[in-house]
Protein backbone atom coordinates (compact mmCIF):
# COMPACT_ATOMS: atom_id res chain seq x y z
CA UNK A 1 0.00 0.00 0.00
CA UNK A 2 0.92 3.59 -0.50
CA UNK A 3 2.98 4.95 2.58
CA UNK A 4 1.96 8.36 3.16
CA UNK A 5 -1.10 10.87 2.46
CA UNK A 6 -0.03 12.98 -0.92
CA UNK A 7 -1.64 15.61 -3.15
CA UNK A 8 -3.13 14.41 -6.60
CA UNK A 9 -3.99 17.03 -9.09
CA UNK A 10 -3.46 20.95 -7.91
CA UNK A 11 -3.74 19.53 -4.21
CA UNK A 12 -7.88 19.58 -3.89
CA UNK A 13 -7.85 15.47 -4.35
CA UNK A 14 -6.03 13.81 -1.32
CA UNK A 15 -5.16 9.80 -1.50
CA UNK A 16 -4.95 8.38 2.34
CA UNK A 17 -2.97 5.39 1.37
CA UNK A 18 -1.85 3.13 3.87
CA UNK A 19 -3.72 4.89 6.21
CA UNK A 20 -6.43 2.68 8.41
CA UNK A 21 -8.85 4.86 8.71
CA UNK A 22 -10.77 7.98 7.16
CA UNK A 23 -8.89 10.90 7.12
CA UNK A 24 -10.01 14.45 7.25
CA UNK A 25 -7.74 17.51 5.93
CA UNK A 26 -7.45 21.37 4.57
CA UNK A 27 -5.60 22.72 2.20
CA UNK A 28 -4.94 26.73 0.74
CA UNK A 29 -4.56 26.92 -2.98
CA UNK A 30 -1.03 29.04 -3.41
CA UNK A 31 -2.86 30.99 -6.01
CA UNK A 32 -6.36 31.47 -5.26
CA UNK A 33 -6.12 31.18 -1.46
CA UNK A 34 -8.90 28.80 -2.07
CA UNK A 35 -9.29 26.42 1.31
CA UNK A 36 -10.63 23.03 0.47
CA UNK A 37 -11.54 19.90 3.07
CA UNK A 38 -11.46 16.77 2.46
CA UNK A 39 -12.59 13.46 3.78
CA UNK A 40 -10.34 10.63 2.47
CA UNK A 41 -11.39 6.51 2.68
CA UNK A 42 -8.40 4.57 3.38
CA UNK A 43 -7.31 2.57 0.08
CA UNK A 44 -7.84 -0.64 -0.79
CA UNK A 45 -7.27 -2.97 -3.41
CA UNK A 46 -9.57 -4.97 -6.01
CA UNK A 47 -11.97 -7.12 -4.25
CA UNK A 48 -10.70 -9.87 -7.28
CA UNK A 49 -7.49 -9.46 -7.45
CA UNK A 50 -6.18 -9.71 -11.34
CA UNK A 51 -2.66 -10.19 -11.83
CA UNK A 52 -1.48 -7.46 -14.29
CA UNK A 53 -3.64 -5.42 -11.98
CA UNK A 54 -3.59 -6.15 -8.73
CA UNK A 55 -1.54 -3.38 -7.69
CA UNK A 56 -3.97 -0.82 -8.33
CA UNK A 57 -5.77 0.64 -4.68
CA UNK A 58 -8.72 3.20 -4.54
CA UNK A 59 -10.36 5.01 -2.63
CA UNK A 60 -13.10 7.46 -1.96
CA UNK A 61 -13.42 11.07 -1.19
CA UNK A 62 -15.80 13.97 -0.01
CA UNK A 63 -14.09 17.27 -1.43
CA UNK A 64 -15.29 20.39 -0.43
CA UNK A 65 -14.43 24.37 -1.93
CA UNK A 66 -16.52 26.65 -1.25
CA UNK A 67 -19.84 25.34 -0.77
CA UNK A 68 -19.85 22.79 -3.15
CA UNK A 69 -19.15 19.03 -1.64
CA UNK A 70 -18.35 16.40 -4.56
CA UNK A 71 -17.17 12.67 -4.35
CA UNK A 72 -14.61 11.40 -6.28
CA UNK A 73 -13.05 8.08 -6.48
CA UNK A 74 -9.48 8.08 -6.80
CA UNK A 75 -6.69 5.42 -8.16
CA UNK A 76 -3.22 4.67 -7.71
CA UNK A 77 -2.71 3.75 -11.30
CA UNK A 78 -5.50 4.32 -14.00
CA UNK A 79 -6.38 0.90 -15.82
CA UNK A 80 -7.17 0.91 -19.10
CA UNK A 81 -10.83 1.31 -18.69
CA UNK A 82 -13.87 0.16 -21.52
CA UNK A 83 -14.73 3.39 -22.82
CA UNK A 84 -17.17 3.70 -25.72
CA UNK A 85 -17.40 7.14 -24.91
CA UNK A 86 -16.56 9.77 -22.46
CA UNK A 87 -18.21 10.10 -20.03
CA UNK A 88 -17.49 6.48 -18.44
CA UNK A 89 -20.76 4.49 -17.14
CA UNK A 90 -19.55 3.21 -13.57
CA UNK A 91 -21.69 1.35 -11.03
CA UNK A 92 -22.08 1.90 -7.58
CA UNK A 93 -23.55 0.00 -4.41
CA UNK A 94 -24.36 1.80 -1.25
CA UNK A 95 -25.40 -0.92 0.80
CA UNK A 96 -28.21 -2.86 -1.07
CA UNK A 97 -28.82 -0.10 -3.55
CA UNK A 98 -27.05 -0.07 -6.75
CA UNK A 99 -26.88 2.46 -9.51
CA UNK A 100 -25.27 3.59 -12.61
CA UNK A 101 -23.58 6.56 -12.51
CA UNK A 102 -21.33 8.86 -14.78
CA UNK A 103 -18.14 10.27 -14.47
CA UNK A 104 -15.67 11.53 -15.76
CA UNK A 105 -11.29 10.90 -15.87
CA UNK A 106 -9.64 14.20 -16.45
CA UNK A 107 -6.95 14.16 -18.64
CA UNK A 108 -4.11 12.46 -16.63
CA UNK A 109 -5.42 12.57 -13.28
CA UNK A 110 -5.80 9.40 -11.06
CA UNK A 111 -9.33 9.99 -9.98
CA UNK A 112 -13.08 9.87 -11.42
CA UNK A 113 -15.24 12.39 -10.82
CA UNK A 114 -18.73 11.86 -10.96
CA UNK A 115 -20.85 14.41 -13.00
CA UNK A 116 -22.48 16.95 -11.38
CA UNK A 117 -25.71 15.86 -11.78
CA UNK A 118 -24.64 12.64 -9.24
CA UNK A 119 -23.00 14.48 -7.07
CA UNK A 120 -26.12 15.74 -4.41
CA UNK A 121 -27.35 11.88 -4.70
CA UNK A 122 -23.70 10.25 -3.92
CA UNK A 123 -23.23 13.18 -1.00
CA UNK A 124 -26.11 12.51 0.62
CA UNK A 125 -25.37 8.42 0.66
CA UNK A 126 -21.74 8.91 1.69
CA UNK A 127 -22.75 10.44 4.98
CA UNK A 128 -24.92 7.47 5.69
CA UNK A 129 -23.76 4.27 3.68
CA UNK A 130 -22.21 1.28 5.91
CA UNK A 131 -20.72 -0.46 2.63
CA UNK A 132 -19.44 1.88 -0.46
CA UNK A 133 -18.78 -0.10 -3.43
CA UNK A 134 -17.54 0.99 -6.91
CA UNK A 135 -17.23 -1.09 -10.27
CA UNK A 136 -15.63 -0.55 -12.98
CA UNK A 137 -15.45 -2.14 -16.06
CA UNK A 138 -12.03 -2.80 -17.62
CA UNK A 139 -10.39 -3.82 -20.93
CA UNK A 140 -9.66 -6.94 -21.13
CA UNK A 141 -10.55 -7.86 -17.70
CA UNK A 142 -14.30 -7.31 -16.94
CA UNK A 143 -16.12 -6.05 -14.18
CA UNK A 144 -13.59 -5.05 -11.20
CA UNK A 145 -14.77 -3.67 -7.65
CA UNK A 146 -13.47 -1.97 -4.93
CA UNK A 147 -14.99 -2.34 -1.43
CA UNK A 148 -14.47 1.05 0.97
CA UNK A 149 -13.88 1.04 4.39
CA UNK A 150 -16.50 2.94 5.70
CA UNK A 151 -15.56 2.68 9.66
CA UNK A 152 -14.81 6.20 10.93
CA UNK A 153 -16.45 8.35 7.56
CA UNK A 154 -19.34 9.67 9.17
CA UNK A 155 -17.33 11.67 11.14
CA UNK A 156 -14.70 12.71 8.84
CA UNK A 157 -17.66 12.95 5.91
CA UNK A 158 -19.35 15.61 8.71
CA UNK A 159 -15.98 17.71 9.56
CA UNK A 160 -15.96 18.17 5.80
CA UNK A 161 -19.33 19.09 5.53
CA UNK A 162 -19.58 21.70 7.84
CA UNK A 163 -16.69 23.01 7.02
CA UNK A 164 -18.15 23.91 3.21
CA UNK A 165 -21.82 25.47 4.87
CA UNK A 166 -20.00 27.73 6.76
Given at each position: ??NSL?????????????????????????????????????????????????????????????????????????????????????????????????????????????????????????????????????????????????EGA????????SNC??
Open positions: MISAVAAGAVLFAGGASEWVHSESTSSLSSVVSYQAVSPSVYPSSQVNFQRDIESWVGVTCRGNEPRVFFGLTKMPTLVMHDDPLIAKVRFDDEVRQIVVRQPTSAHYLNPVASEQDYLVTKMATAKNVSLELQWSNVGSVEYNYVMETSISKTMMA
